[in-house]
């Protein structure tokens, strides 16, 4: 049971913990890398000076591989201020009217300079660098290349596994439709690329080794126990990455509200929610978002989620999982609260359980 | 290797040709179950004579074994005249101008009336009856039980599933979001029945498995291979249901402008339509869609499907793929054209092949 993809980066299992930016601490991420996975800081909205500092705090707490993951975005966005102005009075005034003591205001920045965060990531120089929302330049894969960093992009559609082949990735992560939080999308509408594992992983699977090279492609979305990862392997994965699952760990810094939510998610109640972010996410539709089913004035990602990240920590702070971004896959259900070391332990012994009962 | 459900029906594989209604001849549905999986008779459109004709057809090729399928619906329909009357002003002018000399009528009957079609599926006593769009009545499941005739209901949530378990179904095909054609959906509104195969699949089964008695599930949805009928075994499916992968057998009448169609098909160009029928239904987005992207005049299932009926058999016999219904699912990329008893033996070769990989 050797895994090319594990043996390649020098770990244990073919077992990614997925990038779920704002809840991957450091804690998090080094208890699943000492466990034999691979931990992924999340760092999409952590300013530079940030990656370092958690980088350095994955290493002390003993992880040696592990990834830092960014997403592609321009690094300034110009932003509409009568719209921002009028989003922030329908914010301020559903807060209001739940309860809730907390104001929008303008951030400093809609969001951290991209291209800073990618200066941090290679001084901080992990084993792994994962991608979403677009794919990186030739100069930067050049400067990954120097530092023998390993390059994990995003996909959700079929071309956009290609894409990231083509700008020379050495694994693309395929998100079908059931998948957490934001997903990758860049090529296309949101709504065209809502493409089930099921069907995405052996398309995707079939056209990457159709190319020059083979790129190894690693399954993502509502995989949630060892079985789910053995269904993957067998529909062509080279690894698993699973982020809800990790969702519920005691070193997952989202809120208890959101974690106790997860408990009782029936997947019909898992849905696509724009008006957190201004981009389309996959997480339970709760009170947020039914007041405010389209994102306020329109306005895009990420202006419309800098706006809301304050209401979002207050929602959390005060225990209203109601009013906070509950993000989760639709297999959510299967959540198993449980500490991240146990958890790899025990879908590592899933798998080899599912995987020998066939062989019987 | 034996299987608890082919067992129970006496068939030599785990294995279900879809009910694809309008695309199931006789031929396709014998091949199938003369090469020892189900064959399904599609019968949601079939007038009763047709299904007591079709049923004696499939008999006289030899197959003794195989499933009844239809669509739970009222008898009568009630229709908006006026609306129909503008409804087909505008199919005819769409069809006209794309140059398709073919031209709406209004049908005797909206539909088959379902008691009918019930009271021949019972005289055709099939060794299974499946159901779509709603749950059976305990008269009927008790006219099924008397004639032993095996009860499959579908369903696209687990709460779906639920209801099935409870009307007294024999086993539960459940559809992920990724099925062609007209999914089973009948408690949730459309949008939130898009439950990816591999979420609600192990959510079915756990559901399915906790109550009174284990109810088999049986998966559908982008299965095209042997692999994938291996990775829903591992997920708790007691049998694989593959619909799109038998579109391009020469013995299923699909158009050959349709079957053509598939061989080019992109997942993200595999979309949910309802402007063919009124019902929500997966399938290739092409020109008549792009026309049309919703219902003529509002119109409701199966008032428009009626309507367009005439005009997509037009279509078809004019080789205009563009303006046909070209139901299929996500993974429609992956179909491989060849006779009904060949991929049988196809995918029961890499069912095997996948297992004994995974056992060495």
Not at 60 to 85: N, Q, Y
Not at 111 to 131: H, T
Not at 214 to 240: F, K, T
Request: negative net charge.
């Amino acid at each position: 049971m050797t895994s090319p993809f594990a043996n390649r980066l020098g770990i244990e299992h073919p077992l990614i913990q997925a990038p779920m930016s704002g809840s991957t601490p450091p804690a998090l991420v080094a208890a699943v890398s000492n466990a034999g996975g691979l931990g992924s800081l999340g760092a999409g909205y952590l300013e530079p000076q940030a990656i370092l500092e958690q980088a350095a705090q994955i290493r002390a707490l003993g992880a040696r591989t592990f990834a830092i993951s960014l997403f592609v975005l321009p690094d300034e966005f110009d932003a509409d201020m009568v719209a921002v102005a009028k989003a922030r009075e329908q914010l301020d005034a559903l807060m209001a009217s739940e309860g809730l003591d907390v104001r929008t205001s303008v951030p400093a920045r809609w969001a951290p300079r991209f291209s800073d965060q990618f200066a941090a990531l290679c001084e901080a120089q992990p084993a792994v660098a994962s991608f979403a929302f677009g794919v990186i330049s030739p100069a930067q894969l050049r400067e990954l290349q120097l530092r023998d960093i390993y390059l994990i992009g995003t996909a959700t559609t079929v071309a956009e596994a290609r894409a990231w082949a083509e700008a020379g990735a050495d694994a693309v992560c395929v998100q079908g439709a059931e998948a957490g939080g934001h997903r990758g999308t860049f090529l296309h509408q949101p709504e065209d690329a809502m493409i089930g594992l099921f069907a995405l992983l052996p398309l995707a699977v079939r056209a990457l080794s159709a190319g020059a090279r083979d790129v190894p492609v690693i399954a993502a979305g509502s995989i949630m126990d060892g079985r789910g990862m053995l269904a993957a392997e067998i529909l062509g994965a080279a690894a698993s990455q699973l982020g809800t699952a990790f969702l519920t760990c005691p070193e997952c810094s989202a809120a208890a509200a959101w974690k106790q939510d997860l408990l009782q998610t029936e997947e019909h109640q898992v849905t696509t929610i724009r008006s957190f972010s201004g981009r389309a996410a996959r997480g339970l539709r709760n009170r947020f978002v039914e007041a405010m089913p389209e994102p306020a004035q329109g306005l895009p990602y990420p202006l419309l989620n800098a706006l809301t990240a304050p209401l979002r920590r207050a929602a959390a702070a005060a225990g209203r999982g109601d009013l906070l971004s509950e993000w989760c896959g639709q297999a959510a259900g299967l959540v198993r609260p449980q500490p991240a070391a146990e958890l790899v332990a025990r879908l590592m012994h899933e798998y080899r359980l599912a995987r020998r009962t066939l062989a019987s």
